[in-house]
């Protein structure tokens, strides 16, 4: 983990927060990404209070050009990347016969097209370089079908299926590139903030008030991978609470 280079999406608050300070603190040199421009500079400032290294820029994952921009700024002060955590995501979930359109595209803009910009942004530089590390944040609702959860479930499902093929494509081509996909579950996060929807609002909030975890726990996995040896694997991680709840 020391002195490695790790870009993290989504890195304002949540999974991304806090698995920004566990990295950092292990050694790891973090470049934070995100809309809130004052969450990113607190949480930066905190780091380096704390004796670790960061930088961040504000990034809009839909945008290819905000994805290319901080993939730059990592190499051109750190010289290279090694690791991406490609985090960014939103939750509106809502019964279809509610119609949320927006809800639906935006989640297509962010937990897909954000995943696919970050890809496109540090792909050649992994290639170039033989090596690399591309990490995923997907969730339960990618492995199972769940009411008011279709759009979401259907983001985090192409999550899988497209780092499950990034890892097999990597493997045939030799570029030496791992991937992780985490599966969360029920984490306590601002995701629950994104439910515009009355009735899923309520029915999600009672269910993470009952079994969720805290982001942290994401973060210790988000490291066992990174930390595993340079030819190991470690492609699908599923972290949930330990009362079934799914």
Do not use: C
């Amino acid at each position: 983990m020391k002195d490695k280079v790790i870009i993290i999406t989504g890195a304002s608050s949540g999974i991304g927060e806090a698995t920004a300070k566990l990295l950092a603190e292990k050694g790891a040199k973090v470049v934070l990404g995100a809309r809130r421009e004052e969450r990113l500079k607190a949480l930066a400032e905190e780091i380096r209070a704390a004796g670790g290294e960061a930088i961040w820029q504000v990034l809009d994952v839909t945008r290819q050009a905000d994805n290319d921009a901080i993939v730059k700024l990592a190499k051109d002060t750190y010289g290279r990347v090694d690791v991406i955590f490609l985090n960014a995501g939103i939750m509106p979930s809502s019964p279809l016969s509610a119609l949320k359109t927006d809800d639906w595209h935006a989640m297509v803009d962010i937990n897909i097209k954000g995943v696919l910009n970050g890809v496109a942004a540090v792909l050649p530089e992994f290639v170039a370089q033989k090596s690399g590390h591309v990490i995923a944040t997907s969730s339960v609702a990618g492995l199972k079908a769940y009411p008011a959860a279709a759009v979401y479930g259907g983001t985090k499902f192409f999550v899988r299926d497209f780092m499950e093929i990034l890892r097999m494509e990597s493997a045939m081509e030799g570029t030496n590139i791992r991937t992780a996909t985490i599966f969360p579950a029920a984490i306590n996060t601002e995701l629950l903030h994104t439910i515009s929807e009355p009735g899923t609002a309520a029915g999600m909030a009672a269910l993470y008030e009952q079994v969720g975890i805290t982001p942290d726990r994401i973060a210790n996995v988000v490291a066992f991978a990174i930390e595993q040896p340079a030819d190991t694997n470690v492609s699908e991680l599923t972290v949930g609470p330990t009362v079934q709840a799914w």
